[in-house]
């Protein structure tokens, strides 16, 4: 069967295929428990009505059960001939077992979930329970390895034993078999299995399944975009393990051949396999070498050792008198302090760097192998951990790469650290706008027409050597993600040796699985090193240059042209920064600064400096040791947990918006009104039925310029006649949710690793609780009332007040005030606030604001103004104010504004200090 996806295809699969595939299956087994109980009472006709509705879905069901080590054939050739044979009672009692063991996770710990006799012995809650309140042994962790084998199936069953004999005691994990005859069916499990390790790959395999699944090829297509015709004869092993490779980089993958194996070992097609194996040799090996391998992932080198250290009778004379918790446990006073938190937190304290532990200042240790490890899992050259968070993160990239002059073309509502991080540099902002969304008070992306045209200005202007930097929020705060890749192609071509910085403190997730990393700026910079390495590409490129000509900065007709970089010139040059503890198992503050730079080796000394500038020299040990974590556990299980975030975010998004009573007041924002027609070329609405299915919203994400992740949900309040900062202090006093960020009528709500189905349960239902209040309290008011809540929701969702734009830097802080271009000296401008006499307040309200807005002298801001909503400069240093800024200033009814004092009013710069031209500070 084909690969190749098209419109002819089957398109009436929803995104349950793709999400979480382990989850939607135990929920199809419960679904099934609760029709076999049914069959189990019913009498007569009801009887075979309900045997007829378990027989259907246990046949949808089975045509996936392969992708997965438990049930197992045994126990699903039990539950057929129980069907066949109408026997209820048997049918029931082994689906029963079947689903309370996939609830539970029993089947990984008990032999008695894979016997069909024995009694089922699953307790749902037992894998919930926190460490520190289990009893018993603790389990060794469990995993499945994926054998693609041409064996014919019926010895697969003692294939499956042989392997289970080499198990030993002193083993550190345990292993589950599952095979696959073909490409396709070995593609299927990779993808839907979230609890493979590896895979072993034994040469001789067919491309084709033997199973007639026609959607489950096209949706094999859309994930692996493999071309069958081009698979060489002989090389379908090494294509499907290249294939598994892109989808899921953190497989271990093994190949056995019968060819010998030191000839075919120096191929660079074997670069994804780490092994090769003559496959009638070393059984054991192999066994081994996949324990390795895992256990290769699951070591953390820092907490490791931060563990054995705390083990030790450490004496300590040294800071940090909480070490070891003796001021603590002795107190007459704070012993609940050492009751709250327990010994070991205590005991893994110190200033110390030796004795085991490293420096995070100049690791040469276990937080050094600690960051390599983390590079590797990320997909980075390098990496760095940072323990002020990403803020931190942002202004050591900025400081690093950038030095007086240095033009950055950046986000103009990206994070306050972006902004600061230029003025510690020297480094000139040119503010480039996204596109606004002035119905929510928020902003979105900057659209890469906006990019190249300043790229373009500079260069007409003689100073494109002087633009080092791109630098945007990937995703920003409300889920708009760019496409990195042709973001990064189109801008190279203007200038090869950009440098881009992504700040994805919102995505850090995004890496560890396909869906999302097709959208991260280092899944970007790998597919451009692959792609620029390409002698197709050479070609592509020779064909563009013989049509195009050289690059005229003035041709309009360039701004919405694909443009393409020389592969001869160009560099990669990304730096990711992510907030790890904003996404992943990581206490508050970790981050993590990801490098892939061609010409790292330029900057490596200025950007060590720029990370002892801003690193403590106190880091906390317990926040390096949750970075390691976070590490491990992304390597081994971001694949799952990442995916079934996703789909727990798409429920939510269908429960609320297909509501009846719900969606009258409250919605969640789509795609479709988060972004513009014009940057969803697929004409993508939103998530799912009716709307989409999977092939279209694969489709929408490789090539639309924005979109929208689903797991950052914008939950419109104001229909329901509430503010977001008044909703969101609402839902945490009375319902216990924490959202996230606000705007002037919504908030933000999150999926990540750590919610659950009841999670969503508890938003839904205090939804629903909300709305039946509002339908109350209108029907009790009557006219007036309504009319009253519907004035309240016009001025929320209608009257709101347009969002303003950066206007220009002061002439005074320009090189050259006609520019075309909007860059300035930020740096000069913020360090003359630190003067009074340079500056002068005026309150908001003042007439003589008004009069200087018509008449002059201009109003230039001395510092930063960021009002929370929206959480972003509408007035940065040396910036002139416009009405646009004034008069959505005096519209705000937010309490948090940032640079702001209401009683002085709004500081300026006066007008008599800036007759001087002010260049940059060297």
């Known amino acids: 069967m084909s690969t190749n996806a098209n419109a002819d295809e089957p398109r009436n699969q929803d995104l349950a295929p793709i999400f979480a595939a382990a989850v939607n299956r135990t929920d199809q087994w419960r679904e099934l428990h609760a029709l076999s109980r049914a069959w189990a009472t019913a009498q007569g006709d009801k009887a075979e009505s309900q045997r ?31 069907l066949a044979q109408r026997d209820a009672a048997i049918f029931a009692r082994l689906v ?45 962790p469990n995993f499945e390895v994926l054998v693609v084998t041409p064996a014919d199936p019926v010895t697969w069953e003692r294939a499956r034993a042989d392997m289970k004999r080499m198990r030993r005691a002193e083993d550190p994990f345990h292993y589950e078999v599952i095979q696959a005859g073909s490409f396709e069916d070995a593609a299927l499990a990779v993808l839907a299995n979230d609890n493979l390790q590896a895979v072993v790959i034994v040469d001789g395999f067919q491309y084709e399944s033997r199973v007639e699944m026609p959607d489950l090829q096209v949706f094999l297509g859309r994930h692996l975009t493999l071309d069958r015709t081009s698979i060489e004869p002989g090389a379908l092993a090494t294509a499907l393990a290249k294939a598994i490779k892109k989808c ?13 194996a030191e000839a075919v070992a120096g191929s660079d097609a074997l670069d994804p396999i780490r092994r090769v194996f003559h496959h009638i040799e070393e059984p054991m090996e192999i066994h081994l070498s996949i324990l390795d391998g895992v256990q290769d992932r699951y070591e953390t080198p820092y907490f490791d050792n931060l563990k054995k250290y705390a083990q030790r009778p450490i004496g300590t004379f040294h800071a940090l008198p909480i070490a070891r918790g003796k001021s603590v446990f002795r107190s007459n006073w704070i012993r609940d302090f050492g009751q709250f938190y327990g010994t070991n937190i205590f005991f893994a304290e110190s200033s110390a760097t030796t004795g085991g532990l490293d420096s ?10 600690a960051q390599d490890m983390a590079a590797r899992a990320f997909g980075a050259k390098r990496a760095y951990f940072a323990t002020n968070g990403t803020s931190t993160s942002n202004k050591i990239v900025v400081q690093a790469v950038c030095k007086p002059g240095d033009i950055v073309i950046v986000d103009r509502n990206c994070h306050k650290s972006h902004h600061y991080g230029m003025v510690l540099s020297g480094a000139q902002p040119y ?99 692959e792609r620029y390495r390409d002698p197709k590409y050479r070609e592509e490129y020779k064909a563009w240059t013989a049509k195009v000509g050289k690059l005229d900065p003035k041709n309009p007709k360039l701004l919405d042209m694909h443009l393409m970089p020389d592969p001869d ?19 508050r503050q970790g981050s993590m600064i990801l490098v892939w730079d061609e010409d790292f080796h330029k900057v490596e000394g200025p950007f060590m400096e720029a990370f002892l500038a801003h690193t403590s020299t106190s880091p906390n040990l317990q926040l390096i040791a949750s970075l390691d974590i976070a590490r491990r556990q992304m390597e081994l299980e971001g694949y799952g947990l990442t995916m079934r975030m996703t789909d727990l975010a798409l429920r939510i998004r269908g429960a ?126 009557g006219k007036a009332g309504q009319e009253a809540f ?90 002139v104010i416009k009405p646009d800024t004034v008069a959505f200033m005096r519209k705000l009814d937010v309490k948090e504004i940032h640079g702001y004092n209401a009683a002085q009013g709004l500081k300026l710069i006066r007008p008599d200090k800036l007759r001087a031209p002010k260049k940059a500070t060297k």
């Open 656 to 781: 609320v918006n297909t509501h009846p009573l719900i969606s009258k007041y409250f919605r969640i924002a789509t795609p479709e009104d988060m972004i513009p027609a014009e940057y969803r070329q697929s004409g993508l609405k939103d998530y799912g039925p009716p709307h989409s299915n999977w092939v279209d919203v694969i489709q929408a994400w490789n090539e639309d310029e924005f979109v929208l992740d689903p797991t950052r949900l914008t939950l419109i309040c104001g229909s329901a006649g509430f503010n977001g900062t008044q909703f969101k202090g609402l839902l945490a006093e009375r319902f216990d949710i924490q959202t996230n960020k606000t705007s002037r009528n919504s908030v933000l709500v999150q999926t990540n690793i750590n919610n659950t189905h009841s999670d969503a349960a508890l938003l839904i239902k205090t939804l629903v609780e909300l709305s039946r209040e509002i339908e109350r309290q209108l029907a009790q008011e």
């Open 790 to 879: 519907a004035a309240k929701v016009k001025s929320l969702m209608t009257d709101v007040p347009d969002l303003p734009n950066f206007s220009r830097f002061h002439d005074a802080f320009r090189d050259n005030p006609k520019s075309a271009s909007n860059e300035g000296h930020m740096r000069p401008a913020f360090f003359m606030a630190y003067d009074e006499d340079n500056c002068e307040f005026i309150k908001l309200a003042s007439p003589q604001i008004d009069e200087r807005l018509k008449k002059g002298p201009e109003l230039v801001s001395a510092n930063f103004v960021i009002p929370y909503p929206p959480g972003f400069p509408i007035m940065v240093p040396g910036q």
């Open 96 to 140: 029963q077992k079947v689903s309370g063991a996939l609830l539970s996770g029993n089947y990984r710990r008990s032999e008695y979930a894979w016997d069909a006799a024995a009694e089922s012995t699953a307790r749902p809650l037992e894998k919930a329970l926190p460490p520190d309140v289990e009893t018993g042994e603790a389990q060794k």
């Open 360 to 369: 995070l200042l100049e690791p040469t240790g276990n937080i050094k192998k």
């Open 52 to 82: 007829t509705a378990a027989a259907g879905l246990f046949q949808t069901i089975s045509r996936l059960e392969q992708c997965w080590a438990y049930p197992g054939s045994y126990l699903l050739t039990a539950l057929s001939e129980a």
């Open 569 to 587: 010139k160009v560099r990669i040059r990304v730096y990711q920064t992510n907030s790890t503890h904003k996404s992943m198992s990581c206490f």
């Open 431 to 529: 503010y480039v706008e996204a596109f606004p969304l002035t119905q929510y008070s928020m902003y979105g992306a900057v659209p890469l027409r906006t990019i190249k045209k300043a790229l373009f200005d500079c260069m007409a202007e003689g100073k494109l050597d002087r633009v080092k930097v791109i630098d945007m929020t990937n995703c920003t705060f409300d889920g708009h993600m760019y496409n990195p890749q042709r973001l990064m192609e189109e801008c190279l071509a203007i200038k090869p040796d950009l440098i881009f910085q992504w700040d994805e403190a919102w995505s850090g997730f995004a890496r560890f699985n396909p869906f999302h990393r097709r959208r991260t700026g280092l899944g970007g910079a790998a597919a451009l090193t």
């Open 248 to 260: 899921r980089p953190e497989l271990d993958i093994y190949l056995l051949s019968d060819r010998r």
